[in-house]
């Protein structure tokens, strides 16, 4: 193998707090998710169409430990050591941390499966905190709402977004493994916060959107991501001075590394919301699917005929 | 018993405890070493020539405080094709400025750093505040060379309020799960 690439595959960054917390993570899910399991053996109804999938459904589990395996890479493995040597490798790294882990987490419904799988010592009193701070009349609750609305959660993702890529906020990052380490937290809390609205997962506290809705929100996240990337894509000199001073590998020079980047974060990194946005659009046409036929009589007099959707 | 053993068993809740947090510190010993030897850093010689190599040299945390610690990350490439060279021996002394005698040295590796492309040493800075020079000395099959640079050591600063702060946040949350639980079986009883 050549020693160059054997040197980067064997480039970890083992972090123990964040082994911790993603084992604690886990740990805390797949308890719950047997629990659950367990509670429910024998009396599962098969899945129909447009019915809600049950909690302790396979397809929950797998794609929450795939969701964690993500971080992990992100968070550990070669992408995140060469991410302050290849801009590149930065921009997958934001990528997993921004669309691919936490709609895979989110999809699984997580906040619900964890209570269960709480020790019973600690399920009460959680589950009572939770109760109060969510409570109809709560403060907490009226404060996370206005929070997290979805105009409010749009526009601090766009800021989030846009503004770590400032060359000033960027540059600190590399410099930093504090500042890079808030960097990675934010990105990944705003996309959670973004994705809990498309998924619809717990809790539930806002009024719930239509699918239609979702398809809207999905595809508002294009724009400012699609101009940032387009942005660093054309750009005709180095943006981010950090990697400048770095040495190269495998002959990318500083814009050729820029501009990979730049496409990464303009077409796959598009293309993720376009992904999500078809699927919400074959659950929608599903839905139409299933609405009652209308009666003859409705679609088959002569004017319904003639001139299909006229009104009389 | 073993650690496997104490996790089985459900009837012994402080062994378990016990157990966890034992896994727990083993998971620290053998990441904490990898954590420490992460790179970053603000880079103080870029790119410069070293006998027949071209050397890069950063030091991390960007403000190095007199006592605390103090990491090197130096890369080595051929001026040629920018190629990395990962079969050098680097070698980094620190010295007071006017003062000749080595204050810290010791051998930057591979094998200490996170990115295997790098060599890495981590030391603790000299407890007198003040500028020092450190040599950077490379030497491989195809020579030796040396970059030099002047790098200030600030006094201490105070405690991380930061990290003392979070650690109350979690003694106090602790404490407070800890009351609520022994208050509750009164409550059930009502």
Known sequence: MDPILKAVLTSWNWRVEIILVLALAGTVYIRGW?????????RQRPYRPGQPWPLSATWRLVSYLVG????????????DV????????????????IMIAPPLLLIANPMAVMLWGLPDRLRRPVGQGFSRALHRDSNSRKLLRTITSPGVVWLLWVIVIVGWHDPDMYNAALRSDFVHDIEHISFFLVSMAYWWHVTGAGPRIHKQFGLLGRIIFVLAAIPPNMMTGVVLAFAENPIYAYYMDIPRIWNISVMTDQRISGVIMWIPGSMMYIIAALVLVSQLLGQEERKPNLPEKVWASDEALLAPGLKK | MSIKVLLKNHHRPKRRLLAWLALALLLWGTAARAAWAHGGGTVHIAGEVAG????????????????KKLHFTVAVVRPENNQPVLDAQVMVQVTAVGDDTAVLSGPATTQQAVNKLFYEADF???????????QTRVSGSEGEGEVLFVLPIKPASGSNFLVIGLIGLVVIGGLGLLLNQRREPGRRAD
């Open chain 2, 52 to 67: 027949p190599y071209r050397v890069t040299v950063w030091v991390a945390p960007n403000e190095v405080e007199a006592g």
């Open chain 1, 82 to 97: 060469m991410s302050g040597q290849l801009f590149f490798m930065h921009m997958v790294q934001h990528l997993l941390l």
């Open chain 2, 124 to 134: 603790k800075a000299p407890q007198n505040p003040g500028e020092y020079q450190v």
């Open chain 1, 68 to 79: 964690l395996v993500f971080i992990t890479i992100a968070l550990m493995s070669p992408i």
């Open chain 1, 34 to 42: 047997r629990h659950l399991r367990r509670r429910t053996r024998g």
